[in-house]
């Protein structure tokens, strides 16, 4: 009981101390480091807390958001991310309860320049038709004003913008210039290395026939560099909506500015399959030699869930993972212009992508689908919120309000996004040695990160050949995971032995937060009969309950509150630790393996919105969900 409060006293003062919080014992760290000074904090040279933040946020400068009616700029959000209240675009104040420690802000390239001039009214808008209706539309409020934004979001996924208005907000063009100039120069008032890191970005904004095929890219660098180029577009004839066009950019700025950048894909459940493909692109180019190395080189990220649904699995590619079915979005494409099949459904998510990329490794030597896992928020109203209790929605449309859940995001005359779906997630947390644009950057590179789906859950995962039960004796995990294995992201190292891998795997919850339900392991391989194969074990769990005979744990319970929007951690366990070992390993078979923390139910944002606007809700809404995080992987390659 005495550990208990002493761990807890840590984390409520220190949260950043994840899982090291007292002295080990000599055993437990007994051969760690060749002279160990007495203080067990000197000489450390590994990441020793996650830093918190979103990697993918709009501002009224992107085209959809202004459009929707965002008018806040740069500034304001990055205010906001560090923690300071601001007034939101429907008047509103906000603040997080606690600030994110990076963030990357990527508003759309194309049309850069342009939502704001709309907003305004500037004579050249209006001097298109099209430009004047929209401008109408927006200054009519309400339905107008969402009818008018779906109308240019429809005329750019189908590429029939004005061609005037096109040019005049392309590369080349005087407004899309100021425009980059002002985002990269906003980036670099606010950041403020080691407290606060900025980093310059931006989304390339490839959505071919409402198939989303976005990529966010992150620069390493300040403004000398990133002022040297603009960035890419996908509007013909100013830019292209493939990726090789964008791999081709991000060549050309690393060989143009002696600058670093990667891209991480948008979630890809709304590309209808396109995402991650095996043989042929949506562009009509082939999954080969050229592809995978390209899509090795330059994406070693991937956005797993995020507010337009979660993308780790899905319950018609996981039939036996009955934690899979969470926050999918599996209606369509972005506009819903063409319906979601079952054969689509392979090329769009997180865990089928890992198994498609060990396959494309053993033909082609290189797997392109080796990427590390993250949250973010995808939010255009320049707030990056993922709390349940404090959403503000996707677009300045779903702000608070009484008849928020009642809207749908996209709706057609073949489906909708309904309102009361959208998700509040996510954040991703990055394991690097101080908050600068360098170190977490690198740490992207190593893919040492993990996403969640708001939640501040504390999460290890290493991998290595001989972790023993002794180390779980210590409470310096990390000592020992760095030492004697490889953290999340890596590959394990040369095989000792005949042995299996085993893991060693700490979670700890939310200082204000849920209590935790279990830890998963969620391990892909490829077998003898070049087949895919997957299996979800429960290594860790509350409550004293105990598995049945074919590995599965019964519920952990529910304290939800529906009357109160509330919930009570009488169940569930503030911190999970264990050494796992494969009991299916073989050693010839290629294989991932990654950890996926759960915890108690709790409630979802509708209901808080029932209980402060006093409404009812869809009957088909969903009260209460548990949410989670995701690690990055770690990979094993036979005679690697």
């Known amino acids: 009981m005495l550990r208990f409060y002493a761990c807890l006293l840590v984390l409520i003062y220190n949260p950043a101390s994840v899982l090291a919080d007292a002295v080990p014992s000599k055993e437990a760290v007994q051969g760690t480091f060749a002279e160990r000074p007495f203080s067990p904090y000197a000489n450390r040279s590994f990441p020793e807390r996650p830093f918190w933040g979103d990697t993918h946020l709009h501002t009224g400068l992107s085209l959809d958001a202004g459009a929707f009616g965002n008018t806040l700029l740069p500034d304001e959000a990055w205010r906001f991310a560090k923690g300071e209240q601001v007034i939101s675009s429907t008047g509103q104040p906000v603040r997080l309860a606690r600030p994110l420690d990076w963030m990357v802000l990527t508003d759309h390239t194309d049309l850069m320049g342009f939502a704001p001039d709309l907003q305004a009214g500037k004579p050249g808008v209006l001097a298109d038709p099209k430009g004047l209706q929209w401008y109408e539309g927006y200054m009519a409020g309400g339905e107008d004003a969402a009818k008018a934004a779906f109308d240019i979001i429809t005329n750019f996924s189908q590429m029939t913008l004005p061609e005037v208005l096109l040019e005049s907000y392309s590369p080349g063009a005087d407004a899309f210039a100021f425009t980059w100039e002002q985002i990269v120069l906003a980036a670099e008032r606010h950041n403020d290395p080691g407290t606060f890191t900025a980093f310059i970005g931006f989304e390339w904004t490839s959505v071919p026939k409402g198939f989303n095929l976005h990529r966010n890219v992150m620069l390493r660098d300040g403004p000398i560099r990133a002022l040297q180029m603009v960035p890419p577009v996908t509007q013909p004839p100013y830019g292209d909506t493939d990726p090789k066009a964008l791999y081709a950019w991000l060549e050309e700025y690393q060989a143009n500015t002696g600058g670093r950048a990667v891209a991480f894909a948008h979630n890809g459940n709304l590309s209808n399959g396109w995402m991650f493909p095996t043989e042929d692109t949506y562009h009509g180019g082939k999954v080969d030699e050229e592809y995978v190395q390209n899509r090795a080189k330059w994406e070693p990220h991937y956005e797993v869930t995020q507010i337009k649904g979660d993308g780790e699995a899905h319950p018609y590619l996981s039939p036996d993972d009955p934690f899979a079915d969470y926050e999918n979005w599996d209606v369509g494409n972005l506009d819903i212009t063409e319906l979601k099949t079952e054969d ?7 865990r089928e992508a890992l198994k498609r990329g060990l396959a494309l490794e053993e033909k082609f030597g290189v797997n392109p689908y080796k990427f590390g896992m993250g949250g973010a928020t995808d939010s255009h109203t320049s ?23 009642l809207h749908p995001f996209v709706e057609s005359e073949l489906g909708a996004f309904e309102g009361h779906t959208l998700v509040a997630s996510g954040y991703t947390a990055v394991w690097a040695s101080e908050n600068t644009r360098t170190a977490i950057f690198d740490a992207f590179k190593r893919r040492e990160t993990y996403a969640t789906t708001g939640p501040r859950i504390g999460l290890r995962f290493f991998g290595g050949w ?35 891998p085993k893991f060693l795997i700490g979670a700890l919850r939310d200082p204000i937060g849920a209590n935790l339900d279990r830890v998963q ?25 105990a598995l049945d005979a074919d ?8 304290t939800v509150d529906l009357e109160a929007a509330s919930w009570s951690n009488t169940i569930g366990a503030s911190e999970l630790l264990t050494i796992w070992t494969d009991p299916d390993f073989d050693p010839d078979a290629r294989a991932f393996y990654y950890v996926r923390v759960l915890e108690i139910p709790t409630p979802r944002w509708v209901l808080y919105d029932k209980l402060r606007f006093g409404i009812d809700l869809p009957e088909e809404a969903q009260l209460t969900h548990q949410e989670r995080a995701y690690s990055s992987p770690i990979w094993y390659t036979p005679g690697a």
Do not use: C, H, I
């Open 344 to 350: 689509m459904l392979a090329g769009e998510y997180a």
């Open 383 to 405: 707030l990056a919120t993922a709390e349940e209790e404090n959403y503000f929605g996707k677009s300045v449309s779903a702000e608070p309000s009484a008849t928020r859940v």
């Open 466 to 500: 001989d972790f023993a039960d002794e180390d779980l004796l210590t409470r310096l995990v990390a000592d020992v995971g760095y030492t004697k294995g490889v953290p999340m992201g890596s590959d394990l190292r040369p095989r000792e032995g005949d042995g299996a």
């Open 521 to 545: 392991v969620v391990k892909g391989w490829l077998d003898a009969n070049g087949e895919l194969q997957e299996q979800v074990y429960n290594v860790a769990w509350s409550d004293n309950r």
């Open 551 to 558: 590995g599965n744990l019964p519920d952990v319970g529910n």
